[in-house]
């Protein structure tokens, strides 16, 4: 079965007391969001990945190079799901 993946990237890094927000902070040499879709990226069981980012970000959250057919952006919350 392949289902889709849901990225909550709207993280603002507070509780880590950092001044970047928790999705764009570096781990070794790529940020945590880029880490996060590319692991994604590589499971075969996932259609597509939907990532939320908030309105600030969407540009920055676009430079991550995946698929266009497995990537889509939504810019606020995230607050209800179809059954």
Not at 29 to 49: F, V
């Amino acid at each position: 079965m392949r289902v889709a993946a849901i990225v909550p990237s709207a993280g603002t890094g507070a509780r880590l007391k950092s001044r970047i927000q928790k999705p764009y902070i570096t781990l070794g040499d790529k940020p945590i969001l880029a880490r996060t879709l590319i692991a994604l990226s590589k499971n075969k069981n996932i259609a597509e990945i939907l990532v939320s980012v908030g309105k600030d970000k969407l540009n920055k959250a676009r430079r991550y190079p995946l698929p266009d057919n497995l990537f889509r952006l939504a810019c606020g919350i995230l607050s209800a799901l179809p059954s």
